[in-house]
């Protein structure tokens, strides 16, 4: 089966990738600082690549004080997760299936504010990034980060902290210092993502997902997720639904 874009390589065991690493710097552009030990620190991993959440929670349970509580592969699985387990963090990757990440995280810190979200994933555009900011994530890293910085961000977030990667945090700096965009470039449906609103469109034009795909160079399960996804951030019961919102703003005229 081909590779996903965003999935890493699995030609190694993790563990042993995962440490070599070069450490990504936490705070950005510093090196490694003292910091208080983590006590006690249950976590909930959500990542739909089984190789890599088994390694991360190998890596994290040899870690003092972090204790890995529970897994999901689903945004879905990690909502029911988080509320039977009621962690202190959810590590989340955003490219899931049934639900994805950023929408999981929304959830989640809506109904369980005190469970703070790392969001882990190789997802480093700067839609991606302000969404999971956006959603309440308190810290962001690429899942090419050293193990280091993962369990130091995982602590910082057990204490309330908010942490980013050095090369997040940068894009970040750049973003703000090129200043915001005008209102007007935002389009309908903010909350969706450029590819979530492109598919939305088609959606919207009548198009099915075998249409979709094929215009979008893109699988029929891809489209399935990206429906899937429009479905649950714009809070739709069905493709109807989902449809009349979309002409409603607009869309689908193309």
């Keep these: 089966m081909p590779r996903r874009s965003d999935e890493p390589a699995y030609d190694e065991p993790v563990q042993e990738r995962m440490r070599e690493r070069p450490l990504d710097g936490l705070p950005a552009g510093e090196g490694p600082v ?17 190789v890599f959440r088994d390694g991360l929670a190998m890596l994290l349970d040899s870690e003092p004080g972090i204790r890995v509580a529970g ?7 990690a909502i029911e997760v988080v509320g039977r387990l009621h962690p202190d963090v959810v590590v989340m990757d ?11 995280t929304r959830r989640l810190t ?5 469970v703070g979200v790392v969001v882990l994933t190789m997802a480093e555009d700067d839609d991606t990034v302000f969404a999971a900011m956006r959603a309440g994530a308190r810290g962001y890293l690429l899942k090419e980060a050293g193990p280091d910085d993962i369990v130091r961000s995982i602590a910082a977030v057990a204490r309330g902290e908010a942490v980013f990667g050095a090369v997040v945090a940068r894009r970040i700096a750049d973003y703000f210092a090129a200043g915001p965009p005008a209102a007007a470039g935002l389009g309908p ?14 959606v919207a034009a009548g198009r099915a997902n075998a249409d979709i795909a094929r215009a979008l160079f893109l699988s029929p399960k891809t489209v399935r997720n990206i429906v899937s996804n429009i479905f649950a951030k714009l809070h739709v019961a069905d493709r109807a639904e ?6 409603d703003a607009g869309l689908g005229r193309g």
């Design 110 to 114: 809506a109904e369980s504010p005190h």
């Design 94 to 104: 955003v490219n899931m299936p049934d639900m994805d990440g950023i929408e999981a």
């Design 242 to 247: 989902a449809i009349i919102r979309a002409r």
């Design 34 to 50: 003292d910091e208080p030990p983590v006590d006690d620190v249950e976590v909930v991993l959500a990542d739909d690549h089984p």
């Design 189 to 202: 449906f903010p909350e969706l993502t450029p590819r979530e609103r492109e598919v939305l469109d088609l």
């Design 71 to 77: 897994r999901a592969s689903t945004g879905r699985e």
